[in-house]
């Protein structure tokens, strides 16, 4: 899956995210700063997906594409310097995907799920609709399985927890 951005050219996203990378990311309920590099998982509604980082315009544009299997507790996080309208398509993708628009205040404003198009061209655009600071891909159908819906609060982790042995 690879991410669009409205009226954002790549190079001045990349030069804007340099120059904003010595900031901080917090999640609603996170007691510290988190610095965009160092996110490593997000919890939604007690569920937490370990995530791979799409920081870059280039690895933004690249996303999930060429994947043929991720894990159900896997995704990836793209974290924009600024929040924008974000169109994400599913070029080169072969597998399908939840996606959740995330606003600066770490609220989700929407989900939905993107299906694999025959071609692969990634002709059909799935926009958040209002600015988003982040996105979270993952697993089709694990956004729906946690309960994932417009409005439930996003902490970003530094690590993610321990899952406890029985």
């Not at 929407?110 to 209002?130: L, N, P």
Request: proline residues 6%; charged residues 20%; aromatic residues 6%.
């Amino acid at each position: 899956m690879t991410a669009w951005r409205r009226g954002v050219a790549p190079m001045a996203l990349a030069m804007t995210f340099l120059a904003a990378a010595s900031g901080t990311l917090a999640g609603c309920h996170e007691a510290r700063s988190v610095s965009p590099d160092r996110i490593s998982a997000v919890s939604i509604n007690g569920h937490t997906w370990k995530v791979e980082l799409a920081l870059t315009a280039e690895q933004q544009y690249r996303g999930l594409s060429g994947r043929h299997s991720l894990a159900p507790d896997a995704g990836m996080l793209f974290v924009f310097p600024e929040p924008i309208v974000a169109d994400f398509c599913m070029r080169d993708c072969h597998i399908p995907l939840d996606v959740a628009f995330i606003d600066g205040a770490s609220r989700v404003v929407r989900t939905c799920t993107m299906q694999v198009e025959g071609d692969r061209v990634g002709r059909i655009a799935y926009s958040s609709g209002k600015p988003v600071k982040y996105v979270l891909e993952t697993a089709a159908g694990s956004l729906g399985q946690a309960g994932v819906k417009p409005g439930d609060v996003v902490m970003l982790l530094t690590e993610a927890p321990e899952k406890r042995r029985p």
